[in-house]
Structures are given as C-alpha cells and as structure tokens.
C-alpha cells in the first residue's frame, strides 16, 4: 500500500498491530483521527497512554485495576470464602454481567499450552496458590473455558488444590466445547454458574463434558 503521507503510512503500520485490525481497517482509523479535531485526538492519546502507564495488576487477585488493590477486592460485600478463577478480565467482566456471582475472583492470565510453550509457571498460579494456603475458602470455582487448554489448567489447579481448599466446583457445561466465557450471552453463563458442581464429577481433558 503506497502512500502519498509517511507519517499516514507509520500511523497505519501501528495499528495494523492491534489484533483483529487488518491495514485496511487501520487505514480507515487513521484516517478518521486525522479528520477529528486536534484535542480529541489529544485526549485518545492521553488515554492509550495512562492505560498503558497507570494499570496495574490487583495484588489479590491478578485482575487489571488503576489501584493496588481492585474495587472488587475491596468490596466488603463481596463473599470473600468464595472465589472464581478465570483466564483474563474478560471473563470477569462477563460472570459480573449475569449478576449471578457474589465471591471473589482470580485471573490466571491464560490458560496452560504446551503447543504455545505456556506452563503453569507463565500463569498466575503462585498468587492463586498463596490464597489457597492463607486458608478461609469455602469454595474454588473453576470458571474456563470449554477447550482442551481450559480442562488442562483446571484439572492441574484441582491437584493442585487436593487437601487444601474447600469445595472445588466447576461451571455447569452450558457452553459448547471450544467456547470462550467472553462469547457466551448472560444467561447461559449465569446458569452456568448457579448449577456448578463438584469437579471430581466433571470431565478430564480431552473429553467433551457431561
């Protein structure tokens, strides 16, 4: 793609990086920011910025917050003997929508794969494991996704969890094999986690569920 601007064309290549954003797509955005107002542009930049600066992870839960400490670690109404673990934000964003889900959460950051060379050791599994020592928890609920890679990790953190955690549950399997939480509509995801059941009664890698 030949351009008559190389400061278009840099622009351009940048977001082309983004997933999901091909260089056509990326050609469209750049054009519209070149079209918006100077301090519109100003404040999009601003806000990329900060975001990359000023997040940070929870040092209770691994979750992306602005504080050390997120706002749903530091709700005293949240059930704190009572905490999900899901892959990233995105899954937590999704069980919050259902409004079904009153504990707290744990995000790995992903989900273990040998193929992408991703062990346990690349997650944040030592954080979640520090939490189930302090002891308190009534119940750990495995909340990833229908795939391979997600009933890997959960039946790794179930061994992993044999004789010090309470209850270890896993969500009902209302969503199909292969799917993301992220991808599922709030209802089934909400069901999914008011029907969760014991994991030991749950399927083992490689198979599709009960």
Same mark, same amino acid.
């Given at each position: 793609?030949?351009?008559?601007?190389?400061?278009?064309?840099?622009?351009?290549?940048?977001?082309?990086?983004?997933?999901?954003?091909?260089?056509?797509?990326?050609?469209?955005?750049?054009?519209?920011?070149?079209?918006?107002?100077?301090?519109?542009?100003?404040?999009?930049?601003?806000?990329?910025?900060?975001?990359?600066?000023?997040?940070?992870?929870?040092?209770?839960?691994?979750?992306?917050?602005?504080?050390?400490?997120?706002?749903?670690?530091?709700?005293?109404?949240?059930?704190?003997?009572?905490?999900?673990?899901?892959?990233?934000?995105?899954?937590?964003?999704?069980?919050?929508?259902?409004?079904?889900?009153?504990?707290?959460?744990?995000?790995?950051?992903?989900?273990?794969?040998?193929?992408?060379?991703?062990?346990?050791?690349?997650?944040?599994?030592?954080?979640?494991?520090?939490?189930?020592?302090?002891?308190?928890?009534?119940?750990?609920?495995?909340? $990833?996704?229908?795939?391979? =890679?997600?009933?890997?990790?959960?039946?790794? !953190?179930? %061994? *992993?969890?044999?004789?010090? #955690?309470?209850?270890?549950?896993?969500?009902?399997?209302?969503?199909?094999?292969?799917?993301? $939480?992220?991808?599922?509509? =709030?209802?089934?995801?909400?069901?999914?986690? !008011?029907? %969760? *059941?014991?994991?030991?009664? #749950?399927?083992?890698?490689?198979?599709?569920?009960?």
């Amino acid at each position: 793609m030949a351009l008559s601007s190389a400061l278009l064309e840099q622009a351009v290549d940048q977001l082309a990086t983004l997933p999901g954003i091909g260089r056509r797509t990326a050609m469209r955005l750049a054009l519209d920011l070149l079209r918006r107002d100077l301090h519109e542009v100003a404040r999009f930049s601003e806000a990329v910025r900060r975001l990359r600066e000023e997040v940070v992870y929870c040092t209770e839960c691994c979750n992306i917050s602005d504080s050390p400490l997120c706002s749903i670690c530091a709700d005293p109404r949240r059930d704190r003997a009572l905490v999900c673990v899901v892959e990233d934000i995105r899954d937590v964003i999704a069980i919050e929508n259902t409004h079904q889900y009153k504990g707290l959460y744990h995000v790995l950051g992903g989900v273990i794969s040998p193929m992408d060379g991703v062990g346990p050791d690349d997650l944040h599994t030592k954080e979640l494991m520090a939490r189930v020592d302090r002891g308190g928890l009534r119940e750990v609920v495995l909340a $990833l996704g229908a795939t391979l =890679e997600g009933d890997t990790t959960s039946f790794y !953190l179930h %061994r *992993k969890f044999s004789g010090k #955690a309470g209850a270890v549950t896993m969500i009902a399997r209302g969503i199909s094999i292969g799917g993301d $939480l992220d991808q599922v509509d =709030e209802v089934t995801l909400g069901r999914s986690i !008011l029907e %969760r *059941k014991p994991y030991q009664h #749950a399927a083992e890698p490689g198979t599709a569920g009960e």
